[in-house]
């Protein structure tokens, strides 16, 4: 009788070890909520090329732009969680969204299971060339000598530069009005002309006009001082305004129910893609840093960035959206 008991367990292991050895087994798709060219859909497409090496599958990126992430999330909400459809998810998306509107339609940590943090990218704080602030303190004293008069630029509402930008304002108690563009890049050429007066750009879309005497930059919104802008202060230390970070990122999701071993799998590979020289050196030239982690980092970061921006909202009066 033990000899058969031991010959079952053993058909058993048989039958489920290749399940978890065999994958992947086909194609796997990578879906992006943004246009393809953008620094989002950069990433996923360096990540993407680098996983089919780690894993020895096509790894197809999908653009579903639309509704700031949102179609992204609903189609990938919907899809099998078998580990063959991932979604390349943003901070604005995960973490945002779900603060600034009344109600929206998934819960990320209910209906998607966290795989992997990918990259992360500090905006700079950028004023016209022509302005006369040279320094945060002096744009700070400047706005509170004329309350109201001063714009802030931001690729649309509830997006992160919008939400940094009142929580600047509301930290430095100066009164700013915003202005809000249909992504970052519509927003540079008004800043530049100086139709607008500040603004939290990233580092891709800024660096050009900074390079170019068109914007000056005068602080970086990362938690500390950033090897991308080696010169500059953090906006937390300029403007004296503790913790203060309005860095997005982004990381790699899959629908809720996944077998917890493929997010392992897909967890290791990521992390081993986004840990080389070359993922530093890509990410550099496109403004960002590798950002990795385990899949419960990944839930941490979700949560954790949630609140904090549910706080400024709360602290700063935003009207949220429906």
Do not use: C
Not at 101 to 124: E, M, N, Q, R, S
Not at 251 to 262: E, M, Q, T
């Amino acid at each position: 009788m033990k000899f058969f008991a031991a010959l079952a367990l053993a058909a058993v292991s048989i039958h489920s070890v290749p399940v978890l050895a065999a994958y992947p087994e086909r194609p796997i798709t990578l879906v992006i909520g943004f246009t393809a060219g953008g620094p989002t859909d950069a990433v996923g497409r360096f990540l993407a090329r680098n996983l089919e090496k780690e894993l020895g599958q096509t790894v197809v990126v999908e653009n579903r732009a639309g509704a700031n992430g949102v179609l992204a999330v609903s189609a990938v909400k919907r899809a099998n969680p078998d580990g063959y459809t991932l979604m390349l998810g943003s901070s604005g998306t995960l973490s945002v969204e779900p603060a600034y509107k009344k109600k929206v339609d998934y819960d990320v940590l209910k209906d998607f299971a966290p795989v992997g943090l990918v990259a992360t990218y500090p905006y700079l704080l950028v004023v016209p060339s022509n302005s006369p602030f040279k320094s945060v303190q002096e744009m700070i004293a400047g706005a509170r000598a004329k309350p109201g008069t001063l714009t802030f630029a931001s690729a649309g509402s509830g997006a992160v530069n919008h939400l940094g930008g009142e929580w600047f304002a509301s930290a430095t108690q100066t009164d700013w009005t915003h202005v809000p563009y249909k992504g970052d890049s519509a927003a540079v050429g008004d800043l530049a002309a100086g139709r607008v007066d500040m603004a939290l750009l990233a580092v891709i879309v800024a660096q050009p006009q900074i390079d170019g005497g068109k914007l000056r930059a005068l602080a970086i919104a990362s938690a500390e001082k950033s090897p991308l802008a080696p010169d500059l202060p953090t906006v937390a230390q300029a403007a004296n305004i503790p913790g203060f970070a309005a860095a997005p990122w982004n990381g790699v999701l899959a629908p809720a129910g996944v077998d917890p071993a493929i997010v392992t799998r897909l967890n290791a590979a990521i992390n081993k893609v986004m840990s080389t020289d070359e993922a530093r050196r890509t990410l550099t030239t496109l403004g960002q840093f590798p950002f990795t982690g385990s899949p419960d980092d990944m839930a941490r970061q979700i949560r954790e960035q949630s609140m904090r921006w549910k706080e400024v909202i709360s602290q700063a009066n935003i009207e949220r959206a429906d």
